[in-house]
T-cell receptor, first 117, second 115 residues
Framework: DAGVIQSPRHEVTEMGQEVTLRCKPI?????LFWYRQTMMRGLELLIY????????DSGMPEDRFSAKMPNASFSTLKIQPSEPRDSAVYFC???????????????FGAGSRLTVL | AQSVTQPDIHITVSEGASLELRCNYS??????LFWYVQSPGQGLQLLLK??????LVQGIKGFEAEFKRSQSSFNLRKPSVHWSDAAEYFC?????????????FGKGTKLTVNP
């Protein structure tokens, strides 16, 4: 199992440019999460999908951010236009519910480090 | 609102010493609790979890944690720290809200291990 795969690992762009981050979840996982990590705010949940359907996007900072999950094996997080304050590490995580219930157990990707100049 | 507090931003211990990382949570019902570890430049890896039952849970890499409802705590422990344990540790509480499930993370505790 290759785990959760994110690309690119590093992205440097200029303010105003469009940024697209990609995620391939673990095969068979039916939930996918996008998190953002910064020194000031820690780990913040941006959006959560269940069976490819967005369930909760209340953490998306503003309309410049959008996320899609066209199929069970791929998701994107897009920022347009990007701003310096969007600089952060963006993590994708996937999960499936364990037998017997309980909360989702997340497996994280290695993250995409975004720098907006 | 649910929250997680990790009071210690940075802890330094000597290799071979014991370790305890503190975590306090705020949640109205029985929580799902997690500890994750993050090595530099890496994603988060699950160390252990508590859903129900025995309040002392064992995890990977020799870590354990104890759920204490009366203290709203879920502290992480290891009897003898190895240099490879140097990393950042995150406590998290999971809950269901409006049909979705979220993990709320603490701000993390960075562990330095001295030789």
């Amino acid at each position: 199992d290759a785990g959760v795969i994110q690309s690119p690992r590093h992205e440097v762009t200029e303010m105003g440019q469009e940024v697209t981050l990609r995620c391939k979840p673990i095969s068979g996982h039916n939930s996918l999460f996008w998190y953002r990590q910064t020194m000031m705010r820690g780990l913040e949940l941006l959006i959560y999908f269940n069976n490819n359907v967005p369930i909760d996007d209340s953490g998306m900072p503003e309309d410049r951010f959008s996320a899609k999950m066209p199929n069970a094996s791929f998701s994107t997080l897009k920022i347009q236009p990007s701003e310096p304050r969007d600089s952060a590490v963006y993590f994708c995580a996937s999960s499936s519910r364990e037998r017997g219930g309980g909360a989702n157990v997340l497996t994280f990707g290695a993250g995409s480090r975004l720098t907006v100049l | 609102a649910q929250s997680v507090t990790q009071p210690d931003i940075h802890i330094t211990v000597s290799e071979g010493a014991s370790l305890e990382l503190r975590c306090n949570y705020s949640y109205g019902a029985t929580p799902y609790l997690f500890w994750y570890v993050q090595s530099p430049g890496q994603g988060l890896q699950l160390l252990l979890k508590y859903f129900s039952g025995d309040t002392l849970v064992q995890g990977i890499k020799g870590f354990e944690a104890e759920f204490k409802r009366s203290q709203s705590s879920f502290n992480l422990r290891k009897p003898s720290v190895h240099w490879s344990d140097a990393a950042e540790y995150f406590c998290a509480v999971g809950h269901t809200q409006g049909g979705s499930e979220k993990l709320v993370f603490g701000k993390g505790t960075k562990l330095t291990v001295n030789p």
